[in-house]
């Protein structure tokens, strides 16, 4: 939807605010976000009791309204009604930047849509904060968030990501980063150069920083808690890409992605359809030979 919004201009709907939260340390709390918080008619807030905690230190009484990842279908035209009759929101996750792998983003395109002002707040942010510090290429970077919990899966996410140059941004829980470590070395080897965050802006704040067989091995040492961020470094020599090659006729090329990727021919008709940039209804009379 093309449209210019002017945040500055008197509205008669209220106004989404986006606003982040401190990862760790409530010192990093903006005067700026705790006076949106006050003024604001609601907190949409990814877990409410979470924030209830914040919203006591700094002693705000703004009402709750639970906004997280399982209910956001029903709750979006509720929000969406409120801020129409010309209420405010503010929306917060439990920790950092709305939207930034936690719950906002459907919100806001709800917003837009309905001709809501969004309004940004800058803050707090664990992928920025520990790119800065990390030593590696701060840019260009790629931000990817959470990796794929099953091992397949995860390992063709990494050949997907080999040839980046740029430095990778992920998050990743304790338990997980020495599996995740040796998906690494088995698909871009164990000299790349990796750092993982730990504990960011609190007390026990810790930055390991080496080849991923030496972080692999430091990681196997000890037992390791809290939150983490892993950044990876970037492919100096990526390999050139080789050219796509399909089969001749649209039929074969439907039932090549049918047996190799064990899609239904409705899948694979989709899949080359996406892959070709062509309409689906044209690979489904050719696969069907209409």
Same mark, same amino acid.
């Given at each position: 939807m093309f449209g210019t919004q002017k945040s500055y201009e008197a509205h008669e709907t209220g106004t989404l605010y986006l606003v982040p939260t401190p990862i760790g340390n409530l010192g990093d709390m903006t005067f700026r976000a705790i006076e949106v918080l006050r003024e604001v008619n609601w907190i949409a807030a990814e877990d409410t009791r979470n924030t209830r905690k914040l919203l006591t230190h700094f002693d705000i009484d703004t009402q709750q309204l639970s906004f997280h990842e399982h209910n956001t279908q029903e709750r979006i035209p509720y929000l969406v =009604? *409120? *801020?129409t009759n010309g209420e405010s929101i503010a929306q917060v996750s439990d920790a950092g930047m709305p939207s930034i792998s936690d719950p906002g983003h459907e919100l806001v395109q709800a917003c837009i849509e309905a001709g809501i002002p969004v309004v940004p707040l800058p803050g707090a942010n664990a992928g920025i904060t520990a790119l800065i510090a990390s030593g590696l290429p701060p840019q260009p970077f790629t931000f990817i968030g959470f990796l794929r919990r099953k +091992?397949? !899966?995860q390992v &063709?996410?990494? =050949?997907?990501?080999k040839n980046k140059e740029e430095t990778m941004i992920f998050y990743e829980s304790p338990h997980r980063l +020495? =599996?995740?470590? /040796?998906? $690494? $070395? @088995?698909?871009l080897g164990e000299s790349r150069r990796v750092v993982v965050c730990r504990e960011l802006t609190k007390r026990y704040e810790e930055f390991t920083r080496g080849s991923v067989r030496e972080v692999l091995e430091w990681a196997k040492a000890g037992t390791l808690k809290g939150e983490i961020c892993l950044l990876v470094e970037g492919n100096s &020599?990526? !390999?050139? !890409?080789?050219s796509a090659t399909y089969p001749d006729d649209l039929k074969s090329h439907v039932e090549t992605v049918m047996a190799d990727e064990t899609? @239904? @021919?409705? /899948? &694979?008709i989709k899949q080359v359809a996406k892959i070709r940039n062509l309409k689906k209804q044209e690979v489904y009379q050719a696969y069907h030979e209409l």
């Open positions: =009604e *409120l *801020l +091992k397949k !899966e &063709a996410q990494w =050949e997907a990501l +020495k =599996e995740t470590l /040796e998906n $690494i $070395i @088995s698909v &020599a990526p !390999e050139p !890409e080789a899609f @239904s @021919s409705k /899948e &694979a």
